[in-house]
């Protein structure tokens, strides 16, 4: 495979094909944040952007959809002015408070329920801040309580991260700041899209994100990465983006905390964090991105609890209740009319100073439309009520801030349809289309800051004993499984402990101990940044992590805290994930094992280590699991396989096997059929392993010759009779290696030997006196036997056996740990996911299960260079990739591109055979009609295949055991590889 990286397309497209095939683009950002371009590295897996495969027609169609929901679409059906005219002074000031609710199923007794009744038909509220809840539940509640309401609900949630924020059940996007680390602003737009179209679906009208705060002082206790950058410019960029998004789906954004919250070390839920920067600071650092999102048309803001002394001529108001902040600089220097939204008046750097009326009297005064959580929204009522009557606040400064929020509830079409389509939601919330945006934007967030001794990509080989240790503030004791599990999947050997306050003295004493014997220390970082704590390690883990990894090379990930890694500079490896999220767990598993290009940069600097912009890069150069879809295939068209391997199951092809497709560095495909035997009591899972059968003369065989010519150890035009004797006169004086390898040598295709000859050296011999059948060169006769003899002539040259050297040089470095000879000897584990192969009464009378099904391979201990090795659908798929790679993988190169072109094209005259390798010739080949000219592989007499296209980055890999009950069964297994071959490209969307 050519190994230069792809450019990333500049145009975003939304595609929906058939049944969903979508994906995305994405541009460069600010030159602010620019990297220095990279030149492809070697071995690198070439992969489109997942939103490259988006179709322009759909984008047109989803356009004019979204221009018909705009607000000038809306019937007239309501004058807001008349409607204001008719509205009591109570009814007018209960629609500036906007009250909890929680989006859980709730019986009509439930005392939460009847509150937010009496709130909506006694208090008149404007509408809701929906928290924590479910899909169905949210949108369930909210149809009921937008029918008791006579002036329809302003529904209002917290979406920074997406839906997923508050709503179990919807997609989930990284933290603002790992959106910001891939420096594409398109992801941000599509993050906002996303968020938006959830919203709308679940009936929510207004969206409080993004948060435009810029995250300059690592201490803020409740910013950090809510934030896109400590750069204004950046912030400035992606949150316009989002806001872009959000609102083309006809969503209100609301952007926070004005007029700045990032450079605070305090929190203001619990008290009144202070500011005392002057005007021209704030100007130029923190209302940056403000002043730009305003320029752009922001329609919305929501106010900080803080305070400015060097601003304000009262020092102890916060922003929120601050005329001089919100009237004289957002109204009048930035000139915004738009809707002003309080932060929560619960929170204590109000309640603790202000009475619920007087605070909202105040709020007003400054210029805040819509009071968000008011700690007791009955007294605030009737203190309005008194200040109005009183000539405190004027009723016209209510109707103003009415009139704005029913112009936008006017504007949504609350008055037409104010209730949530329950049948639409599973068709816009947690797509498949929106998973696979916010799994890119998670992929490409990973940010590498500190790479010492190359350890990334982590190899086996290299790290044979991983321990984990998973770092918490909490206590659950659940802390990092996900993490743990994910890794074993990559690394064989991987021990785990739980670092976090309930870890006992015991535990530690364990820890220290296996970290003697461990080869690498993961860390994995899970301190979560929370309101009214400390956002790095304490002092006792910090102490006792040092003693852990003394000496030792460590790894340390980053979930959710960019900061931490100033309490670990000693650390050998760096990586920060920016969430805990079980989709950002997943994106940084590969990765670390090279199964995932690490492409971001920090949008924030770390005091003392890195400036901002920092980021080291790695290609992908080894395979991971993934969406068809990233890989440019779809899951629909995929489903075809499905069919054609049980219909074969079903007329006794096989009695089951396994299908696994390898696109673009990814296992995009992996599925297991049937059953081991035709009892169909064991079904087969995707880790099944197979008896590969000739597969062995190319996985093993034909790979230790390609490396052996490498070294210099063994020539394609050396004479067999160099390492045979028996070879080096006669008609057999002229045979070469080549000739073995393109099955021309004049050697029969084939001989049992085994009918009379029991042992190793017997059939050896045997087959070094046998006699040739034509001359050599002068025809193609597939034989066995050239590569049994070449089995042997790799143990003389390397002077190991042939199941030694390869395991030595390819599986084990590779990481194919469940490829060997003879499985039985790696015990239980192996052989019980193993299909008996055949039912033998000819030669050992008995179930052929785990041993190699060639009786000749089988009475030569188990190790030939014909037949003899068992594999799974993974290793093969990590085999087959290391081909595509030229060689190269997981960091490490395995063969020269040159030699794997030699050995892969045609070199053969009166075949279309490759050096070992068959290749696809004919109409009827089994490699379907549709891969390229280039396609090679090889097949296993036990149902077994590979085929690689390197022109499309592709490997079909079938593994089945069609020889069971007896080898005369399975007849059209050529059938079923083609139709599969078939079905893979035909699923690539073109």
């Not at 597939?782 to 003389?796: R, V």
């Not at 591109?897 to 005259?909: L, M, V």
Request: glycine share 6%; net charge negative; aromatic share 8%.
């Amino acid at each position: 495979m050519t190994t230069h990286l792809k450019v990333l397309a500049n145009n975003i497209f939304l595609l929906i094909v058939s049944s969903a095939v979508f994906l995305f683009s994405t541009q460069s950002c600010s030159a602010s944040q620019k990297a220095t371009s990279t030149s492809p590295a070697v071995g690198s897996i070439q992969q489109e952007s997942v939103l490259n495969n988006i179709a322009k027609k759909d984008l047109k169609s989803t356009d004019a959809s979204t221009a018909a929901d705009q607000p000038n679409q809306i019937a007239d059906s309501v004058n807001v002015d008349s409607l204001l005219a008719e509205m009591s002074l109570k009814e007018k000031i209960g629609q500036l408070f906007f009250v909890r609710a929680y989006g859980n199923y709730k019986s009509d007794d439930n005392e939460s329920y009847q509150k937010l009744l009496r709130q909506i038909q006694n208090y008149h509220i404007g509408g809701l801040v929906f928290f924590n809840g479910t899909v169905y539940g949210q949108a369930i509640l909210t149809n009921k309580l937008q029918r008791a309401a006579t002036i329809p609900l302003w529904i209002s949630q917290d979406m920074e991260y997406g839906a997923a924020m508050r709503v179990e059940g919807t997609t989930r996007f990284v933290p603002a700041m790992g959106v910001a680390a891939t420096q594409k602003p398109e992801y941000a737009y599509w993050m906002g899209k996303v968020t938006g179209q959830e919203a709308k679906a679940l009936g929510v009208n207004q969206v409080f994100a993004p948060v435009l705060d810029v995250n300059n002082n690592p201490l803020n206790p409740v910013i950090n990465v809510r934030s896109f950058s400590g750069d204004p410019d950046i912030v400035s960029e992606f949150g316009n983006k989002f806001i872009e998004g959000v609102e083309s789906e006809n969503v209100l954004s609301t952007a926070k905390h004005f007029p700045g919250h990032g450079d605070t070390d305090m929190d203001s839920h619990l008290s009144l964090p202070v500011i005392k920067y002057d005007f021209a600071r704030l100007d130029s650092v923190e209302l940056v991105p403000f002043r730009s999102a305003i320029n752009n048309g922001l329609n919305s803001v929501m106010s900080a609890h803080i305070s400015f002394p060097a601003i304000s001529p009262d020092s102890s108001l916060p922003a929120t209740m601050d005329p001089s902040i919100l009237d004289g600089i957002l109204a009048d220097s930035l000139n915004f009319d738009g809707l002003v939204v309080s932060d929560g008046l619960e929170m204590r750097g109000i309640s603790s100073h202000y009475s619920p009326g007087r605070a909202v009297i105040q709020a007003l005064k400054a210029g805040v439309d819509l009071m968000l959580l008011s700690p007791d929204e009955l007294t605030a009522l009737h203190e309005i009520e008194q200040a109005v009557h009183t000539g405190k606040i004027s009723e016209e400064r209510i109707d103003n801030s009415v009139r704005k929020l029913l112009k936008w509830k006017k504007q949504q079409g609350l008055f037409e349809n104010k209730e949530v389509d329950i049948e639409s939601l599973s068709a816009n919330i947690s797509t498949r289309k929106n998973r696979l945006i916010a799994d890119e934007i998670s992929r490409k967030s990973l940010t590498l800051l500190k790479n010492n001794n190359d350890i990334l990509p982590i190899r086996a080989s290299e790290y044979p004993k991983v321990m984990v240790v998973s770092v918490s503030d909490g206590k659950s004791g659940y802390t990092g499984s996900s993490f743990v599990s994910q890794l074993r999947d990559y690394h064989p050997d991987v021990s785990s402990h739980l670092l976090d306050q309930r870890t006992s003295k015991e535990e530690k004493k364990k820890m220290i101990q296996d970290a003697r014997k461990a080869d690498l220390i993961i860390i994995g970082s899970f301190i979560y940044v929370k309101s009214g704590q400390k956002v790095q390690l304490k002092n006792e883990q910090l102490s006792f992590l040092k003693e852990l990894t003394q000496n030792k090379p460590s790894v340390l990930t980053a979930f959710g805290n960019p900061y931490v890694v100033q309490d670990l500079p000693y650390t050998d490896v760096q990586l920060l994930a920016w969430s805990a999220n079980g989709g950002q767990v997943k994106s940084t598993v590969p990765a670390l094992f090279g199964g995932s290009e690490i492409s971001g940069r920090l949008p924030i600097s770390i005091p003392g280590l890195y400036s901002i912009n920092h980021g080291l890069y790695l290609p992908q150069t080894a395979v991971r699991y993934d969406e068809p879809e990233v890989s440019g295939l779809s899951s629909d068209s995929l489903h075809n396989i499905d069919q054609i391997m049980n219909e074969a199951i079903f007329d006794s092809t096989f009695p089951g096997g396994v299908v696994t497709v390898v696109k673009d560095g990814n296992i995009a495909y992996q599925e297991g059929f049937g059953y081991e035997t035709y009892e169909k009591l064991n079904p087969i899972k995707e880790n099944a392993v197979y008896d590969l059968a000739s597969l062995t003369k190319v996985t093993a065989t034909t790979a230790a010759v390609m490396k052996l010519v490498e070294e210099d150890k063994i020539g394609l035009d050396d004479k067999i009779g160099k390492y045979i004797p028996e070879f080096s006169e006669d008609e057999k004086q002229n045979i070469t290696v080549e000739n073995f390898l393109l099955h021309n040598s004049g050697l029969p295709p084939f001989r049992v030997y085994v009918d009379s000859l029991k042992s190793e050296e017997e059939i050896i011999e045997a087959i070094k006196n046998e006699p040739l059948t034509y001359e050599t060169g002068t025809d193609y006769r597939y034989s066995d036997l050239g590569f049994i003899l070449l089995g042997e002539i790799i143990e003389e040259v390397s002077g190991k056996s042939l199941d030694q050297y390869v395991r030595e040089k390819f599986y084990y470095p590779l990481g194919m740990s469940s490829t060997f000879f003879n499985p039985k000897q790696i015990g239980y584990r192996m052989t019980n996911r193993i299909p008996p192969t055949e039912i033998d009464t000819v030669y050992r009378d008995t179930t052929i299960h785990a041993e190699a099904h060639d009786e000749r391979a089988y009475f030569l201990n188990g190790v030939a260079g014909h037949a003899g090795l068992f594999s799974s659908g993974k290793d093969l798929a990590i085999f087959c990739q290391m081909l595509l790679n030229e060689g190269w993988y997981a960091g490490q190169r395995y063969l020269e591109p040159s030699t794997i072109q030699k050995f892969t094209k045609r070199q053969a005259t009166h075949s279309n055979r490759g050096y070992g390798f068959d290749r696809k010739s004919g109409k009827n080949s089994t490699a379907g009609s549709l891969t390229s000219e280039k396609t090679f592989g090889h097949l296993g007499f036990t149902g077994t295949s590979y085929w690689i296209d390197p022109e499309r980055d592709l490997a079909i890999i079938i593994l089945t055991n069609r020889t069971y009950p007896y080898r005369s069964y399975g007849e059209n297994i050529s059938d079923i590889r083609a139709k599969v071959a078939d079905a893979v490209v035909s699923s690539i969307i073109e």
